[in-house]
């Protein structure tokens, strides 16, 4: 992979976004733009139609990778922010009480402040200092009050970890709660079968592990959830009515779609498919092992989270003796072309929650397509930057 600088780049930042996207993504975005660019449901000529046939046929692969039977709960929005705060602000009101995690991103977190602004109460269940979370506690939680929902992650942006989705599900719906589940880390990587799972919302970047382009996602809304919209517009059926209609995936999709983004979403799905989800969960779980081994041999490292492979997902957070976390994300980059995320990755909850709070980490995070081979430049630079300060 080659940078602006035409040097060649170490990628290791796919916790934030996936590089390079999926073999025939370019392709479909461009095809897209030259040939069949018109507006989904908005025209009966042949671009429009066209233009349909694409959005049908991505929201279809979203539904099978979700296992949902139904591709008309599978809403397509900007990014998996975009979709949680359709589905926080869609289903809370003043009143309601809302369970969640210590460990969760901003994108869950800073809603959720705001809706308790508006008078939602919010409950937080500590998880452990490597990100787990016991089921037992987020029980007590649930015993404690009548709740509306639980959302938790999938697995932890800054340390990997892997949350009992399944069984927060079971334990929410004992006790009459739905269940969201941020799956931004996770989905294309681990398996997602919200019937088998129980899940009643999960929602979905198409730009990280679904090897797709930025300004794609996606929310699957279970049989019987109502959500209130939070635009009203334009969808291409009763144009007659003044009212938004309520039969998704239109109530919840006003406004023309990202079109060629979804026709990139689809090549990238159709890749997945073919390459499949647990062929790329094996993969990544080989580079992490190479690469916790590795640093295991460091002087200085430390590795926070749980250290197992079949925990995490492959996003792993370190500190180094002598270095502050930017400083050495910096020197990581220009000294070694290798991109890291550094800092607080935008979940400062789960910092504090490692005890990493306030400087954060160095988050390296590999992907579909990194090699063996990145992984040891990595562990080699590492190890010289350990022995610039020792």
């Known amino acids: 992979m080659s940078g602006p600088d035409d040097r060649r780049v170490i990628y290791l930042d796919n916790a934030a976004t996936s590089f390079p996207k999926a073999p025939g993504v370019i392709e479909a975005m461009g095809g897209f733009l030259a040939t069949t660019a018109g507006n989904p449901g908005r025209s009966g000529h042949a671009l429009a139609l066209g233009a349909q046939a694409v959005v049908t046929a991505t929201r279809r692969g979203l539904a099978t990778l979700l296992g949902a039977p139904d591709p008309s709960r599978v ?3 900007a990014n998996a922010t975009d979709a949680l705060n359709l589905a926080l602000w869609g289903l809370l009101a003043a009143g309601d009480r809302v369970i969640t995690t210590s460990v969760e991103h901003n994108a869950v977190a800073r809603p959720l402040v705001a809706l308790a602004d508006a008078g939602v109460r919010v409950t937080r269940v500590a ?3 490597d990100g ?3 089921p037992g506690d987020l029980e007590r939680a649930l015993r404690a009050g009548p709740a509306r929902l639980v959302v938790l992650t999938h697995a932890s942006n800054v340390t990997g970890t892997i949350l009992p989705i399944a069984e927060a599900a079971r334990l929410a719906h004992e006790h009459g709660a739905l269940v969201l589940v941020d799956a931004a880390q996770t989905a294309g990587v681990l398996p997602l079968d919200v019937a088998a799972f129980g899940l009643d919302l999960v929602a979905l970047p198409g730009h990280k592990s679904l090897l797709g382009p930025t300004g794609t ?6 049989p019987g959830i109502r959500l209130r919209p939070l635009r009203q517009g334009g969808t291409g059926t009763h144009s007659e009515d003044d009212r938004q209609p309520e039969d998704l995936p239109e109530a919840l999709e006003a406004g023309t779609l990202n079109t060629v983004g979804i026709a990139g979403l689809g090549a990238a799905l159709a890749y997945l498919a073919e390459r499949g989800v647990a062929a790329i969960r094996s993969h990544e779980q080989a580079l992490t092992g190479r690469l916790l081994d590795g640093l295991r041999q460091i002087p ?4 926070h989270g749980t250290g197992d492979t ?3 997902v492959a996003t792993v957070s370190i500190t180094l003796v002598g270095w502050e976390p930017v400083d ?8 070694f072309g290798i991109a890291v995320r550094a800092g607080l990755q935008c979940a400062p909850l789960a910092h504090r929650t490692a005890g990493t709070w306030p400087h954060g980490t160095v988050r390296l995070s590999p992907g579909a397509f990194t090699t063996d081979d990145d992984i040891d430049q990595a562990l080699a630079a590492l190890r010289a930057l350990a022995g610039a300060v020792a």
Request: aromatic share 6%; proline share 3%.
């Open 328 to 335: 050495l994300g910096a020197a990581l980059d220009s000294s």
């Open 310 to 312: 079949a925990r995490q």
């Open 300 to 303: 200085g490292v430390t590795v």
């Open 132 to 134: 787990t979370l016991d």
């Open 75 to 77: 809403v397509f929005t």
């Open 127 to 129: 998880c452990a200092p």
């Open 217 to 222: 996602g996606g929310l699957y809304v279970g």
